[in-house]
């Protein structure tokens, strides 16, 4: 599939171990954050969202944390999984009828 | 992938010749979008819809057109192909403007 990888940062993790994935937005007045997941020769898949007026929100195995203070924005996944490798973008949104702005993703691998 | 289908899935061409990329939703989503993924930068978008015949350019529209006609199809055109157009090409659709995005599988695009 596409080297999307190439260039990234990387996070290495023991499969079983908790992953925590950081990113720092630019516009301190974005309202809407995204998590993205992207496997190797596939398309972007979203993970979990959260607006400005949270804090930090849950899914399955996946927790985003918003810091609005020093603008950072945080995927946590718990118990890590092979199936968890992948790039991982986070996207900031400002205001309706807008575009997401995407950062440029992180590698997380997993270890066995 | 959630209703958006691009086609075609890969292709190469020659430098000077003219490629059109399509991208069919069946969500009827009112906003497309066209991205295009290198390594080292991430997600960079090229051009968008936001209704029938209303598109606007992205930050890196130079060497490409689009057009839509109608709702479901979005068409990214490169007039003349050049190797710097060698891409990975991501359609991505959304509800409303600043919502999270479905993204399409992708077009791998080779200009030799």
């Known amino acids: 599939g596409e080297s999307v990888g190439l260039h990234l940062p990387t996070l290495s993790v023991q499969e079983g171990d908790n992953s925590i994935i950081n990113c720092a937005y630019s516009?301190?007045?974005?309202?809407?954050f995204i998590w993205y997941k992207q496997e190797s020769g596939k398309g972007p898949q979203f993970i979990i969202d959260?607006?400005?007026?949270?804090d930090k929100r849950q899914g399955q195995r996946v927790t985003v944390l918003l810091n609005k203070t020093v603008k950072h924005l945080s995927l946590q996944i718990a118990a890590t999984q092979p199936g968890d490798s992948a790039v991982y973008f986070c996207a900031e949104n400002y205001g309706a009828n807008s575009k997401l702005t995407f950062g440029k993703g992180i590698t997380l691998s997993v270890r066995p | 992938d959630a209703g958006i289908t691009q086609s075609p899935r890969h292709k190469v061409t020659e430098t000077g010749t003219p490629v059109t990329l399509r991208c069919h939703q069946t969500e009827n989503h009112r906003y497309m979008y066209w991205y295009r993924q290198d390594p080292g930068h991430g997600l960079r978008l090229i051009h968008y819809s936001y209704g029938v015949k209303d598109t606007d350019k992205g930050e890196v529209s130079d060497g490409y057109s689009v057009s839509r006609s109608k709702t479901e199809d979005f068409l990214l055109t490169l007039e003349s192909a050049t190797s710097s157009q060698t891409s990975v090409y991501f359609c991505a659709i959304s509800e409303a403007g600043g919502n999270g995005y479905t993204f399409g599988s992708g077009t791998r695009l080779t200009v030799v």
């Open positions: 959260i607006r400005s007026n949270m």
């Open positions: 516009n301190s007045a974005s309202d809407y």
